[in-house]
C-alpha cells in the first residue's frame, strides 16, 4: 500500500477514533478506580452501622457512582428460604421490582443468578430497559439479590465495571453477614445476661433463706442448752447427795440404780454443752479468750483425768515431749484442754484392753514439714512463716479405714456405725476438736493403715 | 552432561514465533472492556468464526453449564454466562485449535487434551465451590497448564522422549527429570508462553507454577488451585499429558484452598459426569 493522500487521511481517522475510545476507556477506568477508593468511606459506614437498611443505602450510594441504575433494590433472603424486598430506591418502585423479580423467578433466571457470582444481564418486561441481576453473598451463605434496572435494552457494561459492581456487592454480603452474626452474639450475650442475674437471685434468696435457718438453728440450741442444763444440774446434785448418804443410808440396789442416774445424766450434760459450744461456734458467738498456757502441763493435768479409766481398761499411755514444744503458748486454755481430753479419752476408749497409747509433742516446725493435707486443712491460716507445734496421739485399736478419715470430724459419725453402742461417746467431740482448732488457726487430722492398725490423731497449732 | 542445553528463553521465543494467541482473544478484550461496546459488538466477533460459534454454544448447553433452557444464540450465551466468561471459554477453545498440528509421536492429542480439560474442569467446580466470580478464567488456566509440554515436544523432541524415558525407568516424577536435565520444567514453558501472548499473570503465573505453587508470589490462591486440579484430573485417569505418575500434593497448596476432605468426592463426581461432553463440545463434529 502506498502513502496516497487517501490512504494517510482514513488512517489519521483511525487512529483519531482509537485515541478517543482509549480516552473514553481511560476516563472510565479512573472512574471505576474512584468509586472503588471511596469505598474505604463506605466499609467504614458499613462498620459502625448495624441496621440493614444503613447497609443497604450505603450501597445504593456507591452503585450510582459506579452504574446509571434508576431504580435499585435489594432483596434478603428469609429465614424460610424465600427472598423479600428490603430496600428499594426510589422508595415508590416496590411495585415494578416486584413485577421484575415474579417475572425473573419464573423464567429461571433469578435462580440462575443466585449460583453464579457475577452480575446477570436480562431484558426488563419494558422494552426501554434492562436489568441486573447479583447475587449478595460471602464465601458461606447467600444473604439476598440485587436488582437494577438500567436504561437501554439488551444494553450490558464493560468487564471493569461489571467487575466493580461484583467487588461492591461483596463488601455489602460481609457486611451484611457480620451484621447478622453480631445481631446473634447480642441476643446470646443479652440472653446470657439476663440467666445469670435471674440465678444469682435465686442463689442469693436461697442463701439467705439457709442463713436465717441456721442461725435460727443455733439460737435455738443455745436457749434449749441451756434450759435443759438448769433441770438437769439438779439431778446431777441431787443424785450425787444421796449417793454420799449424808441423808441416810441406802441400799445396793439402790445405790447401783442411783449410780445410773449420776452417770447418765452426767454424759447427757456433757452432750449438752458440746451441742452448746457447736451452736455458739456455728452462730458465730464463740470467743478466744487467750491467756500464755503450759501446753506440757495441759498435756500431764489431762493424763491424770483418765489414769482411772486407763488403769481399769490396763490401756498404758506414754508420754513424750521433745524439748522443741515451746513451755508456753498463747490459746484458750479451756478449749485447748477439752481438745486434748476428747482426743486421749477416745485413744484409750478405742484401745483393746492391754493396748497401748502414746503422746508425742514436738515444737519449731514448718509448714513445708507438714503433709499436704495439713496445709489445705489450714486454707487461708496457713502461714509459710510461722512455727508449729504438733501433737500426736497414737492409740492401738480397731483403726480407722481410709473412706472415714474425713468423715469421723463430721458431727454424730464415728468410723463404724455399728461400733457405736460399743463407744459411748456424743458424736460431737471430734467435730468440736476440729472447730476449736480451727479458731485457733490449727488444724487436726487423723492418719491410719486402716482396720487393726491403729490410728493416729495429729494435731497442730502455730506457735 | 549435555553441552547444547536448550535455554527456556530460547525455546519459548522460537514457539512463540510458530504458535500466536488467537486473534479473536485480542478482539473480545477490548470490546468487553469497551464501555461504548453494545452486547452485539460481541457476538458479532465471535460469529466470524463459525467453528468457534458453534463449539461454544454447544458447551453453553452441556451440563457444565446445566442451564435450564436452551442457549440458542451467543447474545443469549453472552447474557446469561457473562461476557468475560464467554472471553474466557472461546480463548479455551480456540487454543486448542492453535496446537493442532503437533505430531503424536510422543503424545496422544486426544489423551492430552482429556487430562487438560478434566483439570479444567475440575479447577472450575473448585472455584465456583469458592464463590470465584469468573470461573471460566480457572477452565481456561486448566486447559492451558500442560501446554508447555507441546512446545517442548516440537522443540527438543528427542530430549523430551529420553526424558521421557529416564523418568518411567528411575520413577521419578517427570517435571522433576525436566528440571535437572534441563533447568525448568514444563510448567514453566507454558507460563512464560502465556507471557509471550500478553495473557494476564492471573492466569499465566497460576499455569507456570502448577508444580510449585508455593513459588506464585502473585496468585498464590490460583496456584494452589490449579495444582491440586491437576492432581485431582490426574487421579480421574482421564487422558495423559505424558506424566506417568500422580504428582505429590503440597500441603501448604491444600491449606490455603481450605476445602474439607469431604467435599472431594462430590467434586470428582460432577467432574466425572462433565469430562466426556465437553470433549465432545470441543472436539465433536454437528450432530
Known sequence: ?????????????????????????????????????????????????????????????????????????????????????????????????????????????????????HPLFVPAIKDDQSVVLQVIATKSRISGMFIGIMPGSNSIIDAPSQNALTIILLNTAYALESNRLNNTIKDHVQNLEQKVTERTRELQNARKIAETANRSKSVFLANMSHELRTPLNAVIGFSDVLLSQSFGPINERQQEYLGYVFQSSRHLLDLINDILDLSKIEANKMELRLIDANMESILKNSLIMLKEIAHNRKVQITLNIEPSLPAKIRVDERMIKQVMFNLLSNAVKFSPSSGNVSVHAAGEIKLDNLPHNAVS???????????????????????????????????????????????????????????????HKGAIWAESNGHGTGSTFRLILPQ | MRTDRPTLESIVNSASTVYSLPLIHERLTQAINNPRASISDITLIISEDQGLCFRILKLANSPMFGYHKNIDTITKAATIIGTQQLRDLSLAISVIGVFKDIPEDIITMTSFWK????????????????????????????????????????????????????????NRMLYEVQRSELGFDHAEVGGELLKKWKIPLLISEPVSCHHAPMRATIYPQDAALLHVSDLIAHALQAGSSGEHCLPPLNKEAWEILNISVSSIAGIIQQADTQIEQTMDSIFGGAD
Open chain 1, 1 to 117: 500500500m502506498k502513502n496516497t493522500p487517501d490512504n494517510i487521511s482514513s488512517e489519521l481517522e483511525t487512529l483519531r477514533d482509537r485515541n478517543l475510545f482509549l480516552e473514553e476507556c481511560n476516563q472510565r477506568n479512573i472512574n471505576i478506580l474512584d468509586v472503588l477508593a471511596s469505598s474505604r468511606d463506605f466499609q467504614e459506614d458499613l462498620n459502625s452501622e448495624r441496621e440493614n437498611s444503613s447497609i443497604f443505602k450505603a450501597t445504593f450510594q456507591q452503585l450510582k457512582r459506579l452504574l446509571p441504575f434508576h431504580k435499585m433494590a435489594f432483596y434478603l433472603n428469609t429465614d424460610d428460604n424465600s427472598f423479600d424486598l428490603s430496600e428499594c430506591l426510589p422508595t415508590d418502585c416496590s411495585e415494578e421490582m416486584e413485577r421484575e423479580v415474579d417475572q425473573k423467578i419464573s423464567d429461571g433466571s433469578f435462580a440462575w443468578a443466585l449460583s453464579q457470582n
Open chain 1, 377 to 439: 486443712l489450714l486454707g487461708e491460716a496457713a502461714n509459710p512463716e510461722s512455727n508449729y507445734l504438733e501433737i500426736a496421739i497414737t492409740d492401738s485399736g480397731i483403726g480407722i479405714s481410709p473412706e472415714d478419715l474425713e468423715r469421723i470430724f463430721k458431727p454424730f459419725e464415728q468410723s463404724d456405725n455399728s461400733a457405736t453402742r460399743e463407744f459411748e461417746g456424743t458424736g460431737l467431740g471430734l467435730t468440736l476438736c476440729r472447730e476449736f482448732l480451727a479458731l
Open chain 2, 115 to 170: 487430562h487438560s480439560i478434566s483439570c479444567g474442569i475440575v479447577a472450575r467446580i473448585l472455584a465456583s465451590c469458592r464463590r470465584e466470580p469468573n470461573v471460566e478464567r480457572f477452565f481456561v488456566a486448566g486447559i492451558l497448564h500442560d501446554i508447555g509440554q507441546l512446545i517442548l515436544c516440537t522443540s527438543i523432541p528427542i530430549i523430551l522422549r529420553d526424558i521421557l524415558k529416564q523418568s518411567e525407568e528411575s
